[in-house]
């Protein structure tokens, strides 16, 4: 147990609708990063919070944002649902200031399949 | 840019038998980390070990062990005796300290099947 929960667990959508995606932190734990996990393929990075600010976002468009909050809980919101954005979502937590190589302990993620 | 190779896509093997699992890394970076996670078919990746780039030591946790190469920049990952329950996906990423901060990169992961 790694203190880091997700929800929902899985999610049905229709393109061109909106998601919202929920994670808790491990409590103490003031990063929190998203990632993208296609089917049969490793996890992409999206986006970084720490202290409620995005430090850091990888080749994601501005229809994927987020927001973090101050009780260790965070949000990934994706816009305009594409078919391709049908993937396990993972949130991981970790402790320190960016740029931080501590180790980020993971969710156990939400399917979305966007039909 | 770093990058994660895990060459192996699939392996089988039948219980108690050894495996290893190769990862090759590449950075610019002179201080970096690298990880390895165990991703169950319940989805969430678990950690595993956590290197940094001075450490050439290998490193063992009972049935697990590490060997971390920086001449060949590699980072492999051996299961002594397996068991069923080692059935998983397994990934190795790295943080490279200075040009990428937090986000970890992650290879395409190795899916181990352990048969009875």
């Known amino acids: 147990e790694t203190g880091v929960t997700q929800s929902p667990t899985h999610l049905i959508k229709t393109r061109g609708q909106q998601v919202t995606l929920r994670c808790s932190s491990q409590?103490?734990?003031?990063?929190v990063s998203w990632y993208q996990q296609a089917l049969g393929q490793g996890p992409q990075f999206i986006f970084q919070?720490?202290?409620?600010?995005?430090?850091g976002r990888g080749n994601f468009p501005p229809r994927f944002s987020g927001l973090q909050f101050p009780n260790y809980s965070s949000e990934l919101n994706v816009n305009a649902l594409e078919l391709d954005d049908s993937a396990l979502y993972l949130c991981?937590?970790?402790?320190?200031?960016?740029?931080?190589?501590?180790?980020?302990?993971f969710g156990p993620g939400t399917r979305l399949t966007v039909l | 840019a770093q990058k994660v190779t895990q060459a192996q896509t699939e392996i089988s093997v039948v219980e108690k038998e050894d495996v290893t699992l190769d990862c090759v890394y590449e950075?610019?970076?002179?201080?970096?980390?690298l990880f390895w996670y165990k991703q169950p078919p319940s989805g969430e990746l678990v950690f595993l070990i956590r290197?940094?780039?001075?450490?050439?030591q290998n490193e063992i946790s009972g049935r697990y062990s590490w060997n971390f190469q920086k001449s060949t920049s590699s980072f492999n990952f051996t299961i002594t005796a397996s068991q069923v329950v080692d059935s998983a996906v397994y990934f190795c990423?790295?943080?490279?300290?200075?040009?990428?901060?937090?986000?970890?990169?992650f290879g395409e992961g190795t899916q181990l099947t352990v048969n009875p």
């Open positions: 409590s103490g734990h003031n990063t």
């Open positions: 290197r940094n780039s001075f450490d050439e």
């Open positions: 991981a937590s970790s402790f320190g200031w960016p740029p931080s190589t501590d180790t980020q302990y």
């Open positions: 919070y720490y202290r409620e600010e995005e430090n």
């Open positions: 990423a790295l943080i490279p300290r200075e040009t990428s901060g937090s986000r970890l990169t």
């Open positions: 950075t610019r970076d002179t201080t970096y980390y």
